[in-house]
């Protein structure tokens, strides 16, 4: 059973007396709880109404809760030098994770009926992540961002933010100890010691927002440690902010000036792009001046109905705060799920206005019958401790069962990822993919290969390594790397690297047949999203940083033949091209010594091709538009470089010039434009006769 943490001060056997005197009162904000409720109505109007625009309410969100967590444990440390742990833990189990449960819950099970069977893995590995609290690094590492709602957006990622402050919850009774520790160890209060604390870690979270902005603006939204500074700036106004005393005269003005900084905020910036930097100081300092323009308790002031405070403490935003909670759960899971149905007709403001009213309906539910009722019981006297310890440990047995049962089956569901050849083993005249393009021999009563379980995990075995560059400008990303070949032949005839992005890496398999059987040595040098191009001088990213460092990474590796994409299909509108500045990069893989392979583009389409097929679509329906090519092939125009040759494989996705989702009983897509191993193998005969003709020297034997 937890126990309560002792006194850090073995000397300490009574309250300790360092500057009790200034800590925060303990005092009901009415007008902190009615900001509140407009805080979270904000974020849902905004999600409904505003395209995607951020009004900054998940700020004020984080700022309220380190406001209201600093002043209960500051008040509890500094009274007795010890937190009661398991009393802490209890009303975070019954207030946080309790609504928090039931909404995973309902939305998993929703999900798991309404969505297509390929998101069905991501979304129990959110759920799992939602319940754990660390939602926002699950949304990293799935590379997804804060974005406007779209069909395919996770009905789990507004939970983010309460990932952040869940791991706020955790680490602030620590800062709150370290505070008790140091305080009786110096001559400063433990006000000002707690504050000093909180000042450095907003300063370290302030720096981290202001340079991983710069380099990911979709990460930097997320972190918890980018949005640390945001929950401490809430804790100083705790601590200082009953000391901030303005002209009574100025109250009104600064009150009503505050409420016109957070009620403008989303209309005003675009949050998605400018938070949680310095931008995000508009909505907190609102929230600041609301709470210092607050009359003192009691006062004849405090009950004049002109001011923003008094506005607040009205029983509209009251009612509003008490449901806030549970108004943010369910509105965006309902909203996505409205999505879902929708479709490509987006939200209509008739779907909104529907959403909004469900949600403030299940909102009202969820504190009516979860929250007031949970509330009452800790307020129960007898018996206390044993019904904590109930409590905590059912708590426990919630995240335990709910994490092992979300990993089981996302275990038990996805196929496993195989190293090695994605065929292997399996029947070719079944499953004959390109090749039923030259003989129909493929049975038409079979279910295609492989599964739409788990279809996006199934990448390349180079992409499961840290060889590959992922897309975007995180640190390091920059750099080449070279995902060496396991079985490279000791005296290779050739060696061949697949280079560019991720639509080189996606012929790996392909490759790697070849390379065992003419003995070629096959390396992949890959950045996501990182075709060969000009550079961008003015505002170099870190594909133009890859770009520049590839020719030295050529001359140490000195392969016979770069293979990478000669032109590009757009995923939404427009027409094949080559990018512009190409011809410069081809020019200086020629000059380096290599031969080059440019390969026309494969096609893309706009949607997710397993998610419409698992949907009910068929093969034609799911598969990218022909129209996206160019009518003649782009390289044919071209004067191309001394030894560089190019290779047109599009009869082999799009045989008579329509695209196919399916062929020979094979999945041609693992999402909207990345080919699976499975198709790409069974191309291996055709790409190799197409080499032959277009570069007879590849297999020639090395000279002597």
Not at 398 to 422: H, R
Not at 469 to 479: A, V
Not at 603 to 613: G, I, S
Request: hydrophobic share 45%; aromatic share 8%.
């Amino acid at each position: 059973m937890p126990r309560p943490v002792p006194a850090l001060d073995a000397r300490a056997t009574g309250p300790f007396e360092s500057g009790t005197g200034s800590l925060p009162e303990r005092r009901h904000r009415p007008e902190l709880h009615g900001l509140r409720g407009l805080a979270i109505a904000g974020v849902v109007l905004f999600h409904l109404f505003g395209a995607g625009r951020v009004s900054g309410g998940i700020d004020i969100f984080l700022a309220i809760s380190g406001f209201l967590f600093t002043a209960m444990l500051l008040r509890e440390a500094g009274s007795t030098g010890k937190i009661d742990l398991l009393r802490y833990f209890v009303r975070l189990a019954k207030r946080i994770l309790a609504p928090a449960a039931l909404v995973i819950a309902v939305t998993t099970t929703a999900g798991l009926i309404l969505l297509p069977l390929t998101r069905h893995a991501q979304l129990v590995t959110e759920a799992r992540a939602s319940l754990l609290y660390f939602e926002n690094f699950e949304l990293i590492r799935s590379q997804l961002s804060y974005e406007a709602a779209g069909a395919e957006t996770s009905p789990f990622q507004h939970f983010w933010s309460l990932s952040v402050q869940g791991q706020f919850y955790l680490i602030w009774p620590a800062v709150a100890l370290l505070a008790v520790w140091w305080a009786r160890r110096s001559r400063f209060s433990l006000t000002a010691t707690m504050a000093t604390l909180i000042m450095l870690l907003m300063i370290a979270s302030f720096a981290a927002a202001l340079l991983v902005q710069q380099q990911n603006q979709a990460e930097a939204y997320l972190l918890t440690q980018t949005r640390i500074w945001e929950l401490g700036f809430g804790g100083l106004l705790a601590l200082f902010g009953a000391r901030l005393v303005i002209p009574r005269a100025a109250r009104t003005a600064a009150g009503w000036l505050g409420l016109g900084l957070v009620i403008s905020c989303g209309f005003v910036l675009d949050g998605a792009a400018l938070f949680p930097g310095p931008w995000a100081l508009w909505p907190l300092m609102g929230m600041a001046l609301i709470l210092v323009s607050t009359a003192p308790s009691g006062s004849d002031e405090q009950r004049r109905p002109v001011s923003a405070a008094a506005l607040l403490s009205t029983t509209p935003f009251t009612r509003l705060g008490d449901i806030a909670y549970g108004l943010f759960l369910w509105h965006w899971p309902l909203l996505i799920f409205t999505l879902e149905f929708r479709g490509d007709s987006g939200l209509r403001p008739t779907d909104a206005v529907i959403v909004l009213a469900l949600s403030l309906l299940l909102g009202w539910a969820t504190h009516r019958f979860i929250e007031q009722p949970l509330a009452r019981s800790s307020s129960a006297e007898n018996p206390a401790r044993p019904r904590r310890a109930m409590t905590l440990a059912l708590a426990a047995s919630t995240l335990v069962v709910g994490g092992l049962g979300a990993t089981a089956y996302v275990q038990v569901t996805t196929d496993p990822q195989q190293d090695g050849l994605a065929m292997a083993g399996v029947d070719r005249k079944l499953y004959p993919g390109a090749d039923i393009i030259q003989a129909e021999n493929a049975a038409h009563d079979v279910e295609f290969y492989p599964e739409l379980g788990g279809i996006s995990r199934r990448v390349p075995e180079y992409a499961r390594t840290d060889c590959h560059q992922p897309t975007g400008d995180q640190p390091g990303s920059g750099e080449v790397l070279v995902c060496e070949d396991p079985a490279q032949p000791e005296n290779p005839a050739k060696t061949i690297m697949l280079a560019g992005g991720s639509h080189a890496g996606h012929w790996h398999n392909a490759w790697i047949i070849l390379a065992e059987k003419h003995d070629w040595e096959v390396l992949v040098a890959t950045k996501g999203g990182c075709v060969f191009r000009g550079l961008d001088t003015e505002d170099p990213n870190t594909c133009d940083e890859w770009l520049a460092g590839f020719p030295e990474v050529l001359t140490e590796h000195q392969p016979d033949l770069v293979v990478t994409p000669g032109t590009t299909i757009p995923q939404d509108t427009g027409t094949e091209s080559i990018h512009e500045g190409a011809e410069e990069q081809w020019q200086a893989i020629t000059d380096a010594g290599s031969e080059l392979l440019l390969l026309r583009g494969t096609p893309r389409q706009e949607h997710n091709v397993p998610d419409c097929l698992a949907e009910g679509g068929d093969e034609l329906d799911c598969a990218p538009d022909y129209g996206k090519y160019a009518e003649v092939n782009p390289l044919e125009d071209l004067d191309l470089p001394e030894n560089t040759y190019s290779l047109d494989l599009t009869e082999h996705f799009c045989p008579d010039r329509q695209c196919s989702a399916v062929i020979g009983n094979v999945l041609v897509y693992r999402d909207s434009h990345h080919l699976t191993n499975e198709y790409v193998e069974t191309m291996v005969p055709h790409l190799e006769r197409e080499l032959r003709e277009s570069v007879p020297g590849l297999f020639s034997a090395p000279a002597s």
